[in-house]
Nanobody
């Protein structure tokens, strides 16, 4: 009943920018926290950024000062603005959305399919 659709990935040069977006669609839920993780080949998936329902943000040390997470609650969409990209940012980026389901009185987490970000000259 809940689908996350990601967009915005692609190829960027070092120092360039990309903006990722992820929209949650469906019914029977309310969005709470939202975030982005990434996974590079041979590495474990790691948290990149998170934003709470109240707008509080957290970032991995590796992206602080370069990435900005934001959300549009009216659209159930989370964004990741990535500036000053580095080759080490190359990874598959996954969005996540914490959902409240009134029918079950439970929080669950939905994950996007992932979008490839490649930073290379």
């Amino acid at each position: 009943q809940v689908q996350l659709v990601e967009s915005g990935g692609g190829l960027a040069q070092p120092g360039g920018s990309l903006r990722l977006s992820c929209r949650a669609s469906g019914s029977g839920f309310r969005v709470n926290g939202m975030g982005w993780h990434r996974q590079a080949p041979g590495k474990q998936r790691e948290l990149v950024a998170r934003i709470t329902s109240g707008g509080t943000t957290n970032y991995a040390d590796a992206v602080k000062g370069r990435f900005t997470i934001s959300r549009d609650n009216a659209k159930n969409t989370v964004y990741l603005q990535m500036d000053s990209l580095k080759p080490d940012d190359t990874a598959v980026y996954y969005c996540s959305v914490d959902l409240w389901k009134p029918t079950t009185l439970r929080f669950t987490t939905a994950w996007g399919q992932g979008t490839q970000v490649t930073v290379s000259s």
